[in-house]
Protein backbone atom coordinates (compact mmCIF):
# COMPACT_ATOMS: atom_id res chain seq x y z
CA UNK A 1 0.00 0.00 0.00
CA UNK A 2 1.33 3.41 -0.54
CA UNK A 3 0.11 5.89 2.01
CA UNK A 4 1.46 9.63 1.77
CA UNK A 5 3.40 10.77 4.99
CA UNK A 6 0.47 13.28 6.08
CA UNK A 7 -2.78 11.75 4.63
CA UNK A 8 -5.27 15.02 6.00
CA UNK A 9 -8.86 14.03 5.74
CA UNK A 10 -11.36 16.74 4.31
CA UNK A 11 -13.13 18.15 7.01
CA UNK A 12 -16.33 17.21 4.97
CA UNK A 13 -19.86 15.34 5.17
CA UNK A 14 -19.25 13.23 1.97
CA UNK A 15 -17.91 10.51 3.90
CA UNK A 16 -20.59 8.11 4.11
CA UNK A 17 -20.77 4.49 5.60
CA UNK A 18 -21.93 2.03 3.00
CA UNK A 19 -25.67 1.53 1.67
CA UNK A 20 -26.29 -1.63 3.82
CA UNK A 21 -25.36 0.57 7.66
CA UNK A 22 -21.95 -1.61 8.54
CA UNK A 23 -18.81 -1.85 7.27
CA UNK A 24 -16.12 -4.81 7.24
CA UNK A 25 -15.37 -3.63 11.10
CA UNK A 26 -18.62 -4.74 12.06
CA UNK A 27 -17.68 -8.19 10.73
CA UNK A 28 -13.74 -8.49 11.96
CA UNK A 29 -13.52 -11.07 14.98
CA UNK A 30 -12.15 -8.88 18.02
CA UNK A 31 -8.75 -7.62 17.11
CA UNK A 32 -5.29 -8.30 18.75
CA UNK A 33 -4.95 -7.07 22.41
CA UNK A 34 -1.81 -4.70 23.37
CA UNK A 35 -0.85 -8.23 25.85
CA UNK A 36 -1.40 -10.40 22.17
CA UNK A 37 1.13 -7.89 20.58
CA UNK A 38 3.79 -7.19 22.98
CA UNK A 39 3.90 -11.09 23.39
CA UNK A 40 4.52 -11.35 19.47
CA UNK A 41 7.14 -8.96 19.63
CA UNK A 42 8.92 -10.18 22.13
CA UNK A 43 8.95 -13.46 21.18
CA UNK A 44 9.97 -12.60 17.64
CA UNK A 45 6.48 -13.71 15.73
CA UNK A 46 6.12 -9.92 14.01
CA UNK A 47 7.82 -6.42 14.01
CA UNK A 48 6.86 -3.07 15.60
CA UNK A 49 7.23 -2.26 10.78
CA UNK A 50 5.33 -5.26 10.58
CA UNK A 51 2.33 -4.06 12.92
CA UNK A 52 2.86 -0.69 11.52
CA UNK A 53 2.44 -1.54 8.02
CA UNK A 54 -0.85 -3.59 8.88
CA UNK A 55 -2.52 -0.72 10.72
CA UNK A 56 -1.89 1.85 7.86
CA UNK A 57 -3.76 -1.10 5.76
CA UNK A 58 -6.30 -1.45 8.36
CA UNK A 59 -7.08 2.55 8.11
CA UNK A 60 -7.08 2.68 4.28
CA UNK A 61 -9.54 0.09 4.11
CA UNK A 62 -11.86 0.72 6.76
CA UNK A 63 -11.72 4.60 7.73
CA UNK A 64 -13.21 6.15 4.82
CA UNK A 65 -16.78 4.53 6.20
CA UNK A 66 -15.62 5.60 9.57
CA UNK A 67 -13.92 9.10 9.47
CA UNK A 68 -12.10 8.09 12.63
CA UNK A 69 -9.17 9.61 11.46
CA UNK A 70 -7.50 13.41 10.85
CA UNK A 71 -4.19 12.42 10.31
CA UNK A 72 -2.53 9.44 9.41
CA UNK A 73 1.03 10.13 9.71
CA UNK A 74 2.38 6.67 7.96
CA UNK A 75 6.22 8.72 7.05
CA UNK A 76 6.64 9.04 11.01
CA UNK A 77 5.13 5.87 11.82
CA UNK A 78 7.17 3.70 9.55
CA UNK A 79 10.07 5.74 11.07
CA UNK A 80 9.29 5.15 14.84
CA UNK A 81 8.36 1.14 13.82
CA UNK A 82 12.24 0.95 12.52
CA UNK A 83 13.23 2.83 15.64
CA UNK A 84 11.77 0.39 17.99
CA UNK A 85 13.16 -2.55 16.03
CA UNK A 86 16.70 -1.30 15.84
CA UNK A 87 16.48 -0.85 19.79
CA UNK A 88 14.92 -4.20 20.25
CA UNK A 89 17.35 -5.76 18.35
CA UNK A 90 20.39 -3.77 20.39
CA UNK A 91 18.57 -5.36 23.42
CA UNK A 92 16.70 -2.50 24.37
CA UNK A 93 13.05 -3.10 25.70
CA UNK A 94 11.04 -0.04 26.52
CA UNK A 95 8.12 -2.21 27.86
CA UNK A 96 5.01 -3.40 26.85
CA UNK A 97 3.87 -0.55 24.50
CA UNK A 98 7.31 -0.66 22.21
CA UNK A 99 6.60 -1.03 19.52
CA UNK A 100 2.57 -0.85 19.80
CA UNK A 101 0.84 1.29 16.98
CA UNK A 102 -1.51 3.84 19.03
CA UNK A 103 -3.64 7.15 17.92
CA UNK A 104 -3.93 10.78 19.72
CA UNK A 105 -6.88 12.84 20.10
CA UNK A 106 -6.97 15.54 17.71
CA UNK A 107 -7.09 17.91 21.05
CA UNK A 108 -3.76 16.48 22.14
CA UNK A 109 -0.96 18.13 20.08
CA UNK A 110 1.40 15.66 18.16
CA UNK A 111 4.58 17.56 17.25
CA UNK A 112 4.83 18.20 13.60
CA UNK A 113 1.14 17.10 12.61
CA UNK A 114 -2.09 19.30 11.99
CA UNK A 115 -3.66 20.05 15.66
CA UNK A 116 -7.30 21.17 14.57
CA UNK A 117 -9.30 20.80 17.74
CA UNK A 118 -11.65 20.05 15.28
CA UNK A 119 -12.58 23.43 14.62
CA UNK A 120 -12.09 26.06 11.21
CA UNK A 121 -10.35 28.17 14.20
CA UNK A 122 -7.43 25.96 13.57
CA UNK A 123 -7.73 25.05 9.58
CA UNK A 124 -4.31 24.48 8.89
CA UNK A 125 -2.44 24.55 12.47
CA UNK A 126 0.69 22.35 13.09
CA UNK A 127 1.52 21.66 16.02
CA UNK A 128 4.91 22.85 16.96
CA UNK A 129 5.49 20.29 20.44
CA UNK A 130 4.19 17.23 21.58
CA UNK A 131 1.80 17.38 24.76
CA UNK A 132 3.20 15.69 27.85
CA UNK A 133 1.06 12.56 27.76
CA UNK A 134 2.41 12.02 23.88
CA UNK A 135 5.99 12.32 25.04
CA UNK A 136 5.18 9.25 27.69
CA UNK A 137 3.86 7.13 24.50
CA UNK A 138 7.30 8.03 22.80
CA UNK A 139 9.49 7.07 26.13
CA UNK A 140 7.43 4.11 26.47
CA UNK A 141 8.38 3.39 22.72
CA UNK A 142 4.57 3.59 21.31
CA UNK A 143 3.97 4.23 17.65
CA UNK A 144 1.93 7.11 17.12
CA UNK A 145 -0.09 6.43 13.56
CA UNK A 146 -1.80 9.44 13.62
CA UNK A 147 -4.94 11.91 15.15
CA UNK A 148 -8.47 11.21 15.57
CA UNK A 149 -11.65 13.10 14.80
CA UNK A 150 -12.80 15.19 17.90
CA UNK A 151 -15.76 17.05 18.52
CA UNK A 152 -15.54 20.73 17.55
CA UNK A 153 -12.76 21.80 20.96
CA UNK A 154 -14.12 18.25 22.81
CA UNK A 155 -17.84 20.51 23.71
CA UNK A 156 -20.41 17.87 22.80
CA UNK A 157 -20.38 14.07 23.87
CA UNK A 158 -22.24 13.20 20.72
CA UNK A 159 -18.87 13.16 18.27
CA UNK A 160 -20.82 14.52 15.55
CA UNK A 161 -20.14 18.42 15.28
CA UNK A 162 -16.34 18.42 13.75
CA UNK A 163 -14.68 19.99 10.89
CA UNK A 164 -13.77 16.55 9.77
CA UNK A 165 -16.95 15.53 9.98
CA UNK A 166 -18.71 13.24 12.35
CA UNK A 167 -16.98 9.83 13.40
CA UNK A 168 -18.99 6.67 13.04
CA UNK A 169 -19.91 3.77 15.14
CA UNK A 170 -18.14 0.84 13.82
CA UNK A 171 -21.11 -1.64 14.86
CA UNK A 172 -23.50 0.69 12.85
CA UNK A 173 -22.02 3.58 10.80
CA UNK A 174 -25.26 5.27 10.66
CA UNK A 175 -24.98 6.14 14.48
CA UNK A 176 -22.68 8.29 17.02
CA UNK A 177 -19.43 6.99 18.22
CA UNK A 178 -20.02 9.37 21.05
CA UNK A 179 -18.35 12.04 22.12
CA UNK A 180 -16.39 13.77 22.20
CA UNK A 181 -13.30 11.60 21.51
CA UNK A 182 -15.37 9.56 19.06
CA UNK A 183 -12.90 8.99 16.85
CA UNK A 184 -10.43 7.15 19.01
CA UNK A 185 -13.03 4.41 20.34
CA UNK A 186 -14.12 3.96 16.72
CA UNK A 187 -10.20 3.71 16.03
CA UNK A 188 -9.57 1.02 18.50
CA UNK A 189 -13.58 -0.85 17.97
CA UNK A 190 -12.74 -1.10 14.63
CA UNK A 191 -9.33 -2.63 14.66
CA UNK A 192 -7.41 0.24 13.68
CA UNK A 193 -5.05 0.47 16.69
CA UNK A 194 -5.03 -1.23 19.97
CA UNK A 195 -4.57 1.65 21.34
CA UNK A 196 -6.03 5.56 21.60
CA UNK A 197 -5.66 8.79 23.88
CA UNK A 198 -8.40 10.68 24.52
CA UNK A 199 -9.72 13.71 27.10
CA UNK A 200 -12.82 13.57 29.47
CA UNK A 201 -13.94 16.30 30.76
CA UNK A 202 -17.92 15.36 31.65
CA UNK A 203 -17.48 11.49 29.74
CA UNK A 204 -15.60 11.80 26.76
CA UNK A 205 -13.70 9.16 26.81
CA UNK A 206 -16.40 7.00 29.03
CA UNK A 207 -19.24 7.81 26.78
CA UNK A 208 -17.43 6.38 23.19
CA UNK A 209 -16.12 3.76 24.98
CA UNK A 210 -19.85 2.29 25.71
CA UNK A 211 -21.32 3.40 22.81
CA UNK A 212 -18.54 1.76 20.47
CA UNK A 213 -18.00 -1.71 22.82
CA UNK A 214 -13.90 -0.80 24.07
CA UNK A 215 -12.58 -0.15 27.58
CA UNK A 216 -12.40 3.72 28.20
CA UNK A 217 -10.31 4.71 31.41
CA UNK A 218 -10.97 7.97 33.10
CA UNK A 219 -7.96 8.09 35.75
CA UNK A 220 -8.00 10.39 38.68
CA UNK A 221 -7.64 14.00 37.82
CA UNK A 222 -4.27 14.92 36.38
CA UNK A 223 -2.33 11.66 36.59
CA UNK A 224 -2.25 11.62 33.45
CA UNK A 225 -0.35 15.07 32.92
CA UNK A 226 -2.79 17.75 30.75
CA UNK A 227 0.24 19.84 29.99
CA UNK A 228 -0.07 20.62 26.28
CA UNK A 229 -3.49 19.55 25.88
CA UNK A 230 -6.12 22.34 24.27
CA UNK A 231 -8.35 23.13 27.16
CA UNK A 232 -12.20 22.46 27.45
CA UNK A 233 -12.41 23.08 31.11
CA UNK A 234 -9.20 23.15 32.88
CA UNK A 235 -10.15 21.88 35.91
CA UNK A 236 -12.56 18.89 35.02
CA UNK A 237 -10.31 17.83 31.71
CA UNK A 238 -8.83 14.12 32.21
CA UNK A 239 -6.30 12.46 29.77
CA UNK A 240 -7.65 8.81 29.23
CA UNK A 241 -7.37 5.89 27.49
CA UNK A 242 -9.36 3.43 24.80
CA UNK A 243 -8.30 -0.13 24.04
CA UNK A 244 -10.21 -3.24 23.93
CA UNK A 245 -10.00 -5.02 27.44
CA UNK A 246 -9.85 -3.34 30.95
CA UNK A 247 -6.49 -4.94 31.17
CA UNK A 248 -4.85 -3.11 27.99
CA UNK A 249 -6.21 -0.48 29.96
CA UNK A 250 -4.03 -0.62 32.47
CA UNK A 251 -0.96 -2.26 30.79
CA UNK A 252 -1.18 1.35 29.41
CA UNK A 253 -1.66 2.99 32.01
CA UNK A 254 1.15 1.23 34.10
CA UNK A 255 3.55 1.86 31.09
CA UNK A 256 2.64 5.80 31.02
CA UNK A 257 2.43 6.31 34.94
CA UNK A 258 4.58 3.27 36.39
CA UNK A 259 3.06 3.93 39.77
CA UNK A 260 -0.37 4.92 39.38
CA UNK A 261 -1.90 1.65 40.20
CA UNK A 262 -1.03 -0.36 43.93
CA UNK A 263 -1.17 -4.03 44.14
CA UNK A 264 -4.77 -5.80 44.69
CA UNK A 265 -5.57 -8.31 47.52
CA UNK A 266 -8.76 -9.67 48.01
CA UNK A 267 -12.00 -9.60 46.23
CA UNK A 268 -13.17 -5.60 46.36
CA UNK A 269 -16.77 -5.19 47.78
CA UNK A 270 -19.03 -3.65 44.74
CA UNK A 271 -22.19 -1.53 45.54
CA UNK A 272 -24.67 -1.12 42.50
CA UNK A 273 -25.43 2.78 42.82
CA UNK A 274 -28.93 3.56 42.77
CA UNK A 275 -29.00 7.01 44.37
CA UNK A 276 -27.92 8.32 40.68
CA UNK A 277 -30.26 6.87 38.88
CA UNK A 278 -32.74 9.34 39.08
CA UNK A 279 -31.17 10.73 35.86
CA UNK A 280 -33.58 8.69 33.20
CA UNK A 281 -32.34 5.15 31.78
CA UNK A 282 -33.86 2.78 29.90
CA UNK A 283 -34.39 -0.35 31.74
CA UNK A 284 -33.15 -2.37 28.97
CA UNK A 285 -29.36 -1.10 29.46
CA UNK A 286 -29.50 -0.68 33.48
CA UNK A 287 -30.94 -4.94 33.39
CA UNK A 288 -27.96 -5.71 30.58
CA UNK A 289 -25.43 -3.39 32.58
CA UNK A 290 -26.54 -5.13 36.31
CA UNK A 291 -26.69 -8.58 34.79
CA UNK A 292 -23.43 -8.53 33.51
CA UNK A 293 -22.01 -7.12 36.63
CA UNK A 294 -23.65 -10.03 38.77
CA UNK A 295 -23.36 -12.51 36.13
CA UNK A 296 -19.07 -11.92 37.10
CA UNK A 297 -19.15 -11.37 40.36
CA UNK A 298 -22.27 -12.39 42.14
CA UNK A 299 -25.24 -11.23 43.28
CA UNK A 300 -24.67 -7.12 44.54
CA UNK A 301 -26.07 -4.71 46.93
CA UNK A 302 -28.23 -1.24 46.22
CA UNK A 303 -26.06 1.31 47.50
CA UNK A 304 -27.26 4.53 49.16
CA UNK A 305 -24.29 6.00 50.50
CA UNK A 306 -24.96 8.16 53.88
CA UNK A 307 -25.86 11.63 52.60
CA UNK A 308 -25.79 10.95 49.31
CA UNK A 309 -29.38 8.94 49.41
CA UNK A 310 -31.24 11.25 48.25
CA UNK A 311 -31.25 11.43 44.57
CA UNK A 312 -31.38 15.78 44.63
CA UNK A 313 -27.90 15.86 45.46
CA UNK A 314 -26.52 14.20 42.36
CA UNK A 315 -28.70 16.81 40.73
CA UNK A 316 -27.11 19.78 42.67
CA UNK A 317 -23.41 17.55 41.58
CA UNK A 318 -24.31 18.10 37.90
CA UNK A 319 -25.65 21.64 38.22
CA UNK A 320 -22.06 22.23 39.52
CA UNK A 321 -20.19 20.34 36.86
CA UNK A 322 -22.39 22.48 34.92
CA UNK A 323 -21.53 26.00 35.83
CA UNK A 324 -17.76 25.00 35.97
CA UNK A 325 -17.83 23.75 32.55
CA UNK A 326 -19.66 26.33 31.12
CA UNK A 327 -17.41 28.97 33.02
CA UNK A 328 -14.16 27.58 31.58
CA UNK A 329 -14.97 26.74 28.24
CA UNK A 330 -16.66 30.16 28.08
CA UNK A 331 -13.05 32.21 29.04
CA UNK A 332 -11.01 29.15 27.07
CA UNK A 333 -13.59 31.11 23.74
CA UNK A 334 -13.93 34.61 24.86
CA UNK A 335 -11.62 35.98 21.77
CA UNK A 336 -12.97 33.79 19.28
CA UNK A 337 -16.47 34.30 20.25
CA UNK A 338 -16.58 38.11 20.29
CA UNK A 339 -14.32 37.99 17.01
CA UNK A 340 -15.08 35.11 14.74
CA UNK A 341 -18.02 33.39 16.27
CA UNK A 342 -18.65 32.21 12.31
CA UNK A 343 -16.39 30.04 12.13
CA UNK A 344 -17.92 28.07 14.74
CA UNK A 345 -19.85 24.30 13.88
CA UNK A 346 -23.77 26.25 15.08
CA UNK A 347 -24.46 23.99 17.64
CA UNK A 348 -21.13 24.34 19.20
CA UNK A 349 -21.80 28.04 18.82
CA UNK A 350 -25.23 28.09 20.53
CA UNK A 351 -23.83 25.88 23.56
CA UNK A 352 -20.51 28.34 24.44
CA UNK A 353 -23.15 31.16 24.42
CA UNK A 354 -25.28 29.83 26.54
CA UNK A 355 -22.24 29.01 28.08
CA UNK A 356 -20.94 32.54 27.92
CA UNK A 357 -24.09 33.81 29.76
CA UNK A 358 -23.41 32.21 33.27
CA UNK A 359 -23.08 34.70 35.90
CA UNK A 360 -19.52 34.83 37.73
CA UNK A 361 -21.30 34.49 41.30
CA UNK A 362 -22.59 30.74 39.99
CA UNK A 363 -18.81 30.05 39.08
CA UNK A 364 -17.65 31.03 42.17
CA UNK A 365 -20.52 29.48 44.21
CA UNK A 366 -19.94 26.11 41.93
CA UNK A 367 -16.36 26.13 42.84
CA UNK A 368 -17.18 26.20 47.27
CA UNK A 369 -19.75 23.60 46.62
CA UNK A 370 -17.53 21.37 44.38
CA UNK A 371 -15.49 21.24 47.57
CA UNK A 372 -17.37 20.34 49.80
CA UNK A 373 -18.93 17.59 47.58
CA UNK A 374 -14.87 16.26 47.23
CA UNK A 375 -15.38 15.82 50.79
CA UNK A 376 -18.50 14.28 51.05
CA UNK A 377 -17.46 11.57 48.44
CA UNK A 378 -15.79 9.49 50.90
CA UNK A 379 -19.36 8.85 52.05
CA UNK A 380 -19.89 6.65 48.95
CA UNK A 381 -17.24 4.18 49.65
CA UNK A 382 -18.64 3.31 53.34
CA UNK A 383 -20.13 0.29 52.17
CA UNK A 384 -18.37 -0.93 49.36
CA UNK A 385 -14.96 -0.41 47.37
CA UNK A 386 -16.13 0.11 43.90
CA UNK A 387 -19.36 1.70 42.97
CA UNK A 388 -21.45 0.31 39.62
CA UNK A 389 -23.75 1.90 37.40
CA UNK A 390 -24.27 1.85 33.66
CA UNK A 391 -21.67 4.17 31.48
CA UNK A 392 -24.71 5.32 28.89
CA UNK A 393 -28.43 5.15 29.88
CA UNK A 394 -28.95 4.43 26.04
CA UNK A 395 -27.73 2.59 23.37
CA UNK A 396 -25.90 4.47 20.28
CA UNK A 397 -28.03 7.31 19.00
CA UNK A 398 -28.32 7.91 15.26
CA UNK A 399 -26.03 10.11 13.87
CA UNK A 400 -27.80 13.55 14.07
CA UNK A 401 -30.65 12.74 16.81
CA UNK A 402 -30.91 15.18 19.65
CA UNK A 403 -33.88 13.62 21.23
CA UNK A 404 -34.12 10.01 22.16
CA UNK A 405 -37.01 8.61 24.34
CA UNK A 406 -35.94 6.57 27.51
CA UNK A 407 -38.56 4.26 28.39
CA UNK A 408 -41.05 6.46 26.52
CA UNK A 409 -40.40 9.80 27.35
CA UNK A 410 -38.75 12.22 24.91
CA UNK A 411 -34.87 13.07 26.74
CA UNK A 412 -32.22 15.43 25.04
CA UNK A 413 -29.73 13.32 23.62
CA UNK A 414 -26.50 15.44 25.44
CA UNK A 415 -28.16 15.46 28.98
CA UNK A 416 -28.79 11.80 29.07
CA UNK A 417 -25.54 10.56 27.37
CA UNK A 418 -23.50 13.33 30.15
CA UNK A 419 -26.55 12.02 32.87
CA UNK A 420 -23.94 8.88 34.47
CA UNK A 421 -20.37 10.30 33.95
CA UNK A 422 -19.65 14.25 34.76
CA UNK A 423 -20.25 13.79 38.09
CA UNK A 424 -16.98 11.69 38.16
CA UNK A 425 -15.19 14.57 36.62
CA UNK A 426 -16.28 17.41 39.35
CA UNK A 427 -15.13 15.16 42.33
CA UNK A 428 -12.25 13.82 40.25
CA UNK A 429 -12.50 10.42 40.43
CA UNK A 430 -11.07 7.13 38.76
CA UNK A 431 -14.05 5.38 36.54
CA UNK A 432 -13.20 2.83 33.82
CA UNK A 433 -15.84 1.88 31.13
CA UNK A 434 -16.17 -1.53 30.18
CA UNK A 435 -18.43 -3.68 27.61
CA UNK A 436 -21.65 -5.10 29.04
CA UNK A 437 -24.23 -6.98 27.65
CA UNK A 438 -25.64 -5.70 24.21
CA UNK A 439 -28.84 -4.62 23.69
CA UNK A 440 -30.65 -4.43 20.59
CA UNK A 441 -27.17 -5.91 18.95
CA UNK A 442 -25.56 -2.02 20.51
CA UNK A 443 -23.16 -2.15 23.12
CA UNK A 444 -23.29 -0.81 26.66
CA UNK A 445 -21.13 -0.27 29.45
CA UNK A 446 -20.82 -1.08 32.92
CA UNK A 447 -19.33 1.97 34.56
CA UNK A 448 -17.31 1.29 37.86
CA UNK A 449 -15.59 4.19 40.25
CA UNK A 450 -13.05 3.68 43.16
CA UNK A 451 -11.59 6.09 45.25
CA UNK A 452 -8.19 7.81 43.80
CA UNK A 453 -5.18 5.53 44.68
CA UNK A 454 -7.66 2.38 44.42
CA UNK A 455 -7.93 2.35 40.71
CA UNK A 456 -6.41 -1.75 40.89
CA UNK A 457 -9.98 -2.16 42.51
CA UNK A 458 -11.39 -0.81 39.13
CA UNK A 459 -8.84 -3.41 37.56
CA UNK A 460 -9.72 -6.51 39.66
CA UNK A 461 -13.19 -5.52 39.09
CA UNK A 462 -13.28 -5.74 35.34
CA UNK A 463 -11.26 -8.58 35.19
CA UNK A 464 -13.60 -10.97 37.02
CA UNK A 465 -16.12 -10.35 34.78
CA UNK A 466 -13.53 -10.92 31.70
CA UNK A 467 -12.62 -14.43 33.19
CA UNK A 468 -16.59 -15.27 33.71
CA UNK A 469 -17.01 -14.27 29.75
CA UNK A 470 -13.71 -16.75 28.93
CA UNK A 471 -15.80 -19.53 31.47
Known amino acids: MTTPSKATVSPTPSRTAPASGRTAAADRARPPTITDLARDLREGRTTATELVRRTLDTIADLDPGLNAFVTVD ?41 STMGSRHFSGHVARDDAACVRLLREAGAVVVGTTTTHEFAYGPTGDRSANGASRNPLDPERMSGGSSGGSATAVAAGMVPLAIGTDTGGSVRIPAALCGVAGFKPAYAAIPGDGVFPLSRTLDHVGLFAQ ?165 PTPVRGALLSLTSSWNLLGLPALSVPAAPVGGLPTGLQLIARPGSEHLLFTTAFSLGKSEQE
Request: hydrophobic share 45%; with cysteine; aromatic share 4%.
Open 74 to 114: AAGAEAAARRADRERAEGTDRGPLHGVPVAVKDLVPVAGLP
Open 245 to 409: TAEDCLTAYQALVPDGVSSSAGAPRVGWLTSLMSAACDPRVVRAVRGSLEAGIGPVADVRAPSWDDGSAWDEVRAAFSAVQSSEAAAVHADRLAHAPDLFDPEVLDRLRHAAAVPGWRYVRAMADRERFIARAGALFERCDVLALPTVPVTAPRLGERTVRIDGV
